[in-house]
């Protein structure tokens, strides 16, 4: 069963901290990238930053500068460093897990709440 468990979403102030994880287990092929995806209320989901195996990542603009994405590929794990948070990065936030073969995972979905 394929399984990708997230962690870390929560309450946090603005100008805050957040670090989400996702660990991706279960899936039968070799993973081509992990990302995170948003998706805030009235708004379409969103790529948030993407990471591959080799190393390559691409960061929204929206959260360049704020946002580090980082993956240990042996544990098929990607974690989103959140710093400096706004109040309009309130969102679900989505992990992502893109197989070689075109196959796309996706995790249950973690509330992020930027709030004073």
């Known amino acids: 069963q394929v399984q990708l468990v997230e962690s870390g979403g929560g309450l946090a102030q603005p100008g805050g901290s957040l670090r989400l994880s996702c660990t991706a287990s279960g899936i039968p092929t070799t993973l081509a990238a992990m990302a995170w995806f948003r998706q805030a209320p009235g708004k379409q989901r969103e790529l948030v930053a993407v990471?591959?195996?080799?190393?390559?990542?691409n960061i929204a603009d929206s959260v360049k500068g704020r946002f580090t994405i980082s993956r240990d590929n042996a544990k098929n794990l990607v974690n989103l460093q959140m710093d400096r948070l706004k109040p309009e990065d309130t969102a679900i936030y989505y992990c992502?897990?893109?197989?070689?073969?075109?196959?796309?995972?996706w995790g249950q979905g973690t509330q992020v709440t930027v709030s004073s």
């Open positions: 992502n897990a893109v197989a070689m073969f075109g196959a796309r995972y």
């Open positions: 990471i591959t195996t080799n190393g390559t990542t």
